[in-house]
Structures are given as C-alpha cells and as structure tokens.
C-alpha cells in the first residue's frame, strides 16, 4: 500500500481526501445519488487503484516527452515497463 500510495501510503490518500471533503460525509445525505438517506465518505480502495493509475499514466507521459526531446520514439512496452499497466494494442 505504501507504493500506491507514494509517501505515505493508503492511510495518507485516506486523511488527504477527508480534508478535502470537510464536513461532508459527517451527516445523513439525501442526494440523488442514492434513493435512501446515505452517507459520502472516501473509500480507501477506490482512493489506492485510481492514485496508482493516474500516477503510472503520467509516469508513461512524462517518459514520452522525454524522449521525443532527445528525438528517440519508444513503443507502448517500453514506456510502460516496470508499471501497473499490460500494453494490449502497438506494444
């Protein structure tokens, strides 16, 4: 959980998105979002996969940057080696 979550792991991703969301999810709600009264509060799963996610695409990005500066193009595999990701199509 620690690499998902960079420094400080999912229980940092979990007190980050809390403070984000102040005093919401500290009483009942009646959005639409749900039809019963309910709750909003930060799920610890969906907080680790889409940090993990978010932070290897950029990851694939910033190395397609870098090497088109240097005037080298890289195949899908090899931007995303050693990342989360399985390359499905131009590998």
Do not use: T
Not at 53 to 78: H, N, P, Q, T
């Amino acid at each position: 959980a620690a690499a998902a979550g960079g420094g400080g792991g999912a229980a940092r991703l979990y007190e980050r998105a809390a403070e984000v969301m102040g005093g919401r999810g500290a009483r009942e709600c009646r959005c639409m979002q749900h039809h019963r009264p309910h709750y909003h509060r930060p799920c610890g799963v969906d907080l680790v996969v889409k940090h993990a996610v978010i932070r290897d695409a950029l990851r694939v990005v910033r190395g397609d940057v870098e090497a088109r500066r240097r005037g080298v193009r890289k195949s899908a595999g090899e931007l995303a080696e050693g990342l989360g990701f399985d390359v499905l199509v131009g590998g």
